[in-house]
T-cell receptor
Framework: ETGVTQSPTHLIKTRGQQVTLRCSSQSGHNTVSWYQQALGQGPQFIFQYYREEENGRGNFPPRFSGLQFPNYSSELNVNALELDDSALYLC???????????FGEGSWLTVV | AQSVTQLDSQVPVFEEAPVELRCNYSSSVSVYLFWYVQYPNQGLQLLLKYLSGSTLVKGINGFEAEFNKSQTSFHLRKPSVHISDTAEYFCAVLNSGGYQKVTFGTGTKLQVIP
């Protein structure tokens, strides 16, 4: 158990729709990052939030956006879903930078 | 920029035999190194980490890894594998400064054969 919880665990969406994934970080962790893991691949960094501000972003288009709340929980929003967005989305939390990152179990998104 | 190479996409090994999963990295700055394990349809579980200090690090489930700075490697080893070790293993690097972007390798599927 890492203390990082994600919801929902599985969901199916139609191409063009929007989706919101949620993450509750480990107690006291003020940094949250999101990763996309397509089938058969390693996780790819989407972005990171530190104290409610995005402070790092990977190679993902603007339709991938996020929020971090005062309690350090976080959301990942994806607009205009495409078939290639089908993947496992992983949330990870840590205490600041340069520390171990702990992952949640992920949210499986299928776009049809 | 940093990168991670896991040369072996799949490693079959008989139960109770030793195993080594290879990982090489590239980075222009100091890094932290991790191994994560992913069981089917699950998230990532931290096996072990190297932040500083002793280059030989021990993790959970009997795994260990050795950081070799000159060869930029961080190979994972276990002296005797069990059926329950069948999973995918990811090597990952994190810059010691800046934001928490972890770069993962493509993964190695360990298949333990009874």
């Amino acid at each position: 158990e890492t203390g990082v919880t994600q919801s929902p665990t599985h969901l199916i969406k139609t191409r063009g729709q929007q989706v919101t994934l949620r993450c509750s970080s480990q107690s006291g962790h003020n940094t949250v990052s999101w990763y996309q893991q397509a089938l058969g691949q390693g996780p790819q960094f989407i972005f990171q939030y530190y104290r409610e501000e995005e402070n790092g972003r990977g190679n993902f288009p603007p339709r991938f956006s996020g929020l971090q709340f005062p309690n350090y929980s976080s959301e990942l929003n994806v607009n205009a879903l495409e078939l290639d967005d089908s993947a496992l989305y992983l949330c990870a939390s840590s205490l600041g930078t340069g520390n171990t990152i702990y992952f949640g179990e992920g949210s499986w998104l299928t776009v049809v | 920029a940093q990168s991670v190479t896991q040369l072996d996409s799949q490693v079959p090994v008989f139960e109770e035999a030793p195993v080594e999963l290879r990982c090489n990295y590239s980075s222009s700055v100091s890094v932290y190194l991790f191994w994560y394990v992913q069981y089917p349809n699950q998230g990532l579980q931290l096996l072990l980490k190297y932040l500083s200090g002793s280059t030989l690090v021990k993790g959970i489930n009997g795994f260990e890894a050795e950081f070799n700075k000159s060869q930029t490697s961080f190979h994972l080893r276990k002296p005797s594998v069990h059926i329950s070790d069948t999973a995918e293993y990811f090597c990952a690097v994190l810059n010691s400064g800046g934001y928490q972007k972890v770069t993962f390798g493509t993964g190695t599927k360990l298949q333990v054969i009874p």
